[in-house]
């Protein structure tokens, strides 16, 4: 940790949101209310905001990310510095120079607000609808994760040389992080020059030895530690049933490191801060994620976790990352 962040996606000692889509709701009614939660979180001292990828109505995601994030980022623009990113996407759905293209444009449009995180994907139902192959997703994002970071340094362009927003990128990078869950992952991240993007419910013990394999692997990018949090009496079966959604579709080995129903629910501001910020420390993360929305939790609840959090929780993790800092 080093501090308030800087203005760009996922800097050292940023402290973002997830924002998911509430599907109690009708189509209009998710649109809005992910502009809104965007908004608050602007509001409430947050430094950006993430969204992710999953299809068929798969509740709390969205099958268009990267548009939305567009959404929130103009819904944004009065809050300097206030970035987003789809985070992640499923790069195997999609042809990696198209998606480099779209992400870089929306970086024209907002400079230094933009990042963009990606994963292989585990649910075969985004495979299917997309009339893809499920067995072909690691394959294509081992080849698809190199060029994407290239790309969006300006590097490697080839025919897409003339494109003026990917030939920014030379001189000013989009940030890329790359889900990581296994020595294996974080060192092809390395390789890559991307960050890493770690899970939500894995044992600080378990991420601090995966920091240390991605350091070892040379990786310099940034380390997003993902925590999903509850300041107040928790929704704890919400939480439950939703521990066992990703128990259905992630892989057995990862989940051997997981706590719980990956919820930190304290009382307090003080509590919480000091929980997040020992696991902060502990898994040598560079900035933090946080994340409270479930299904169960319907719009209201969510927007009240969001605005008292960036009133009392975030100020005390800066605080203390601050004197950290100076020390």
Known sequence: MTGTAEAAAFADGSISMRIYPHNDLDAPGIAAELCAQAGLAAEAGFDGVMTSEHHGG???YLPNPLQVTGWLLDRTSGTPGFWAAPCPMLLPLRPVAMLAEEVAWLAARCPGRVGI?????????????????????????????????ALLRGEDLGELAGDRALSACAAAPVPVVSTAMSPAAVRRAAACGTGVLYDGASTPERLSELTGHYVDAGGTGPRVLIRRVWLGDPPREAFEQQRDVYRSYSPAAAQRHWRDTGFLCHDTPEALAAELLATWRDTGATCLNLRVHVPGVDPEAAREQIAVLGREVVPLLRDASTRKAHA
Do not use: E, I, K
């Open 58 to 60: 798969f509740a709390g």
């Open 117 to 149: 995180g990606v994963a292989p994907g585990a649910l075969a139902l985004d495979f299917r609808v997309m009339d893809l192959d499920h067995a072909d997703a690691m394959p294509r994002f081992r080849a698809g994760l190199p060029r994407l970071a």
